[in-house]
């Protein structure tokens, strides 16, 4: 027989640094993660990454929900599958931007100074150094993307889509330009749109201010937590149903300050004053509501029920102005003039209590909406805005249908049925209760706002101008005054779209929609083919400008599935073609849940609407939220994240993996206790913890070292609070967590268990024919009968999307069985026996290969080791060679090694194997220690069956027969309703120490029986549980009458 060649020996220790940096330039070198749409008809597995925002370094977040998507990635890579993981970056405009501006000003200039070119060319070059960090973070997390194919927002191939469905939905009338009330956020000076809007409760006051009536009999009091509005009210509501409502309504009000006369109308929205109500809104209710259009949703709706004017008195930037809307200032009001909301609610409060018009100020707590970016105020302003009507059937009612008929069976009213279309019905969620979160936001949707007063993002491809309504090209009558009419004119010829809106009485607002150039260029509208760069030469030399503003960050991100792949136009890029073909629909997307309205929702839209109702993945898998250990949102202000670099740094990338991937359940967040690490000791420590102004539980700005209470370091939230900054006395502690701990402790179990094993089969032989398992030793059978079982559990919760079932699976199987067991129970044999050595060396090469998915820098590392090491093949394992571990494929165990019997047995024996190792444990014997174990003739053939498992596991050395057992000093057992005795534990018994034992475990079996009868009595357990299940509480029951018989008889003869 031929010699197996071996590798030189591991070293002692795992050393994650030096081992991840030469696996990634192995995985690199062979370009193993590359997807070619041309290579193979197997069935696809593909994925886009949700792109992370260029603003700032991956956080925990991203590092869990790219393992996990890896995990998938590379799990399915294994099974054979034609598999896509896509990379990219997202621009992130209003975050982008806003970090941007933030630089520009500690370097003493602004966004303003240095003009809308340079400002671009500044943050490109902050995407660049970002995108750079993002990239390099995903490979040292060992994620397996086509990084060949990353791809960013704002590149080429994702700029024409941007600019082609932009131009379609223009041109279908799903985009349009309307002047509505709008989310803004006076701090980035740029609407929003609803879901950008986060509702905080605040603290604050009801005032309530006396309105006068204009005939001079009286006034009515109004109730309002905004009094600098006051301003801009134009009439003031009573509900139809109020007492007072007859008598008041049609009266007039001449309104405080701005003298201007409003009227007082009906309208069912009022909330009627209740004391007594456990509405809170009805304690605080005067029965008077001051409607103000222009600076509140409701009251716009009221408006335009009664037809109200719209008088907008706030400027950009949340201050009073009468530059945008206010045409009747009075000379009282001035006053007001450029004093921020904040100071102009002070000052009109104080001005109405001075003028005996404030009646009472109350302490009340509301909801304000926030912006999501600036965390300021939102204010709710009439500006024009460009659309998309995501109310229309075509998109709402589309991504409802979608939803998969079990998770959702019913539609809302208005949405049509589910039909044969493809994408229809097909849409799951996991969990699956995020499937009604997706559902009930639909529910109330309204028109999305997609432009953003910015200048880095999708500039809109629109040019307008503002004509006479004399020069219109169509009849004046067939001109919307609320919405755009489509035109056919010679722009149209040209390739554009055309649509004028009526702005007012005497004037049009002509847009024409400009096509990226290949689009234009398929469309051969005329004989002379006109480039992109005419057409807009054209329009500009007729007068019309381009839109200054830019699109929505989501508009380019819910084309991101198909922008990723080329479309509209993948011929156009030879890294796309075949892509949207074989990858689209994607098979999952994995995200949080706070952007299933913002992302989720609106990829579905466009995917089925541009792609023929083609959804644009199947599943949706909502990861939990990473938390702090008080369970807090880890978040860069309040100092508490941990940095995954960090954590690959101290405890290496394979750790941090399997810790984020263990703790991954589908019912609850991750909560993630933060330590320090000493900057002085490098000790890792708790540290001091304080509340913040905002009431969060952060550490304390300075920290004292654990080791030497003279040294100080600063705390992440010290620096993020702008408390105290680091210095060389006073370095910066960063952030760590012992829940790692898990995950290095089992990467260094998997080291020093691969390096035993390849030990112990240092001088093994080729064997050339298949050994025949069935054949082997118990143990053997076992291991492999496990293996199998282990196989089918992690292709399961892969199935199912149960992440932390598949780490605590591998866990069971490689610490517990493969460790702790297996290698424990062949240490006697292994070195003698040549197809044990193959059975071993068939198992480690299983074991990497079930572990790669979540641990795959030390499996590869592990992987030519444990190949070189193979010495022959077992019949019904399949493990196909492969150079690199990172396209081998998946093991495949037959199932007919899969014994339950087998394991049955082994199962019996351990439990054995654990009540002498509890006596041993008690009686304090040394665990080499070998002791005598006396059996009746039962147990003796289940000995016999498993093999010398029990013996070496419970260390015992002789097994004898219980009859033939002398005077010599015993301890008594019960196992399987059967006396047992252990001998040679010492020389003298505590009787009364065993006396106790015995009763507590016929206690113990008293109770079970009472439970197993109680259950069995039950007539609801008989007529409802399954028949299997009522046969093995049966035989529960049995077992501990029998033990319970065993234990008593034992106690008797110690009496």
Known sequence: MAQVNRLPELPPAYNPSETETVVSAAWKQHNVFHADANESEDPTYSIVIPPPNVTAALHLGHALNNTLQDVLIRFHRMKGKSTLWMPGTDHAGIATQTVVEKRLLTQGTSRLEIGREEFLKVTQDWKDEYEEIIINQLISMGASCDFDRTRFTMDEMCATAVRHAFFILFQDGLIYRGKRLVNWDPVTRTALADDEVEMEEIEGHMWYLKYPLEDGSGHVTVATTRPETMLGDTAVAINPKDARAEELVGKTIMLPIVDRIIPIIADDFVIMEDEESDDPKAKFASGFLKVTPAHDPNDWDIGIRHDLDVINVLGPDGSISDEHGWDDISPSARQFVGLSREEARAAIVDWFDSQDLLAEVRQYTHSVGHSYR??????????????????????????????????????????????????????????????RTYYSWHDGIRDWCISRQLWWGHQIPVWSRISNIANSPIPLDEIDLDQATPVESDWVSLGAAHVIRRINESEIEEAICVPPETTLQRMNTVNTPISETELIDILEKDGFTRDPDVLDTWFSSALWPMSTMGWPWPEDFPEAIGLLEKYNPTSVLSTAREIITLWVSRMVMFNRYFLDGQLPFRDVFIHAMVQDGHGQKMSKSLGNGVDPRDIIFTHGADAMRFTLVQMTTDTQDVRMPVD????????????????????????APEQTSPTDPSKKMVSAYGVAAGIVNPTEQMPLARNSSGKFDLGRNFANKLWNATRFALKRTDHSVLIEEPIDITSRPFADQWIVARLAETISRLEQAMENYQFNVYADTLYDFVWHDVCDRYLEIIKPSIDKDPEQQVVLTCLLDSVLRIMHPVCPFITEALWPHVTQARCGEATGIALKHSELLASATWPEVDATLNSSETMELFDRSALLVNLVRSVRAEQNVKPRQLITLYVPEQIQKLLSITGGLVEVLAGIGQIQPLSEHSNEITSPLTFEGSEILLAGLIDTVDLQAQRDRLAKLISEKSKQIEGFESRLSNPGYLNNAKEELIDETKLLLENAKADLAAAQASLEKLK
């Open 374 to 435: 600036s965390h300021a105020p939102i204010e709710p302003w009439l500006s024009d805005q460009w659309y998309v009507a995501v109310t229309d059937d075509k998109l709402r009612g589309s991504a409802l249908r979608a939803q998969r008929p079990d998770q959702v069976p019913d539609l809302p009213g208005g949405v049509s049925e589910r039909s044969s279309l493809s994408g229809d019905g097909e849409l799951a969620f996991y969990p699956n209760r995020y499937a």
């Open 676 to 699: 320090m690490i000493c900057p002085h000791s490098g000790e890792a420590f708790t540290p001091e913890f304080i509340n913040s102004p905002s009431g969060a539980i952060v550490a």
